[in-house]
């Protein structure tokens, strides 16, 4: 079945440094891609998104880039700060009518510090 | 900017009790849902909802769950007897269309004693 697969964490920076978060994913036909963030606290919230291959979403200074080549979608931020700490989930949706449901990877909680 | 919101925050229950966790979707929506995330495991989806009616259900979600839309502005997810492993943060969400971005609350965190 389809399926997410999110790089563990949790992942601890100091404030200015680069993030890469991995995701990469296996699915049955051509599906959307997301980012969802969760701050403390709060609900799940669109980071960005992308809805086919080569493109690239992004947001706040993130950005992942749909890779149909190796199924990936890193999510990317070159200088992340202390507000940035949350968790974030990698996530698909297929295309095509009867496809209704998200499907999620297991989060990867980010610690920045300043 | 409009939101999702659940009620309540937190419900504790004993186990075989019914819960019924409330949401109230963004009022132009038209697609509802429920998904649940087990402690240390993924988000997982239980159910999408549209013009009154089940459009898509996972497996998870057995003749002990049941959906409803009540009245014009909220939507509900019953757990008729409550187990232990049904203890988990229950997120719902909205979408304007099936294939639009869903929108999600802030989670009901159930507890099954």
């Known amino acids: 079945g389809d399926s997410v697969t999110q790089m563990e964490g949790p992942v601890t920076l100091s404030e200015e440094a680069f993030l890469t978060i991995n995701c990469t994913y296996t699915?049955?036909?051509?599906?959307?891609l997301f980012w969802y963030v969760q701050y403390p606290g709060e609900g799940l919230q669109l980071l960005l998104k992308?809805?086919?291959?080569?493109d690239k979403g992004s947001n706040k200074g993130f950005e992942a880039t749909y890779r149909k080549e190796t199924t990936s979608f890193h999510l990317e931020k070159g200088s992340v700060q202390v507000s940035d700490s949350a968790v974030y989930f990698c996530a698909l949706k297929l295309s095509g009518g009867s496809n209704y449901k998200l499907t999620f990877g297991k989060g990867t909680l980010l610690t920045v510090n300043p | 900017e409009p939101e999702v919101t659940q009620t309540p925050s937190h419900q504790v229950t004993q186990m075989g009790q019914e819960v019924i966790l409330r949401c109230v979707p963004i009022?132009?929506?038209?697609?509802f849902y429920w998904y649940r995330q087990i402690l240390g495991q993924k988000v997982e989806f239980l159910v999408s909802f549209y013009n009154n009616e089940i459009s898509e259900k996972s497996e998870i979600f057995d003749d002990q769950f049941s959906v409803e839309r009540p009245d014009g502005s909220n939507f509900t997810l019953k757990i008729r007897s409550t187990k232990l492993e049904d203890s988990a943060m229950y997120f719902c969400?909205?979408?304007?269309?099936?294939?639009?971005?869903?929108?999600f609350g802030p989670g009901t965190r159930l507890t099954v004693l």
């Open positions: 699915a049955t036909g051509y599906p959307s």
């Open positions: 009022s132009n929506h038209l697609y």
């Open positions: 992308a809805t086919k291959a080569d």
């Open positions: 969400a909205s979408s304007t269309i099936y294939t639009d971005t869903q929108y």
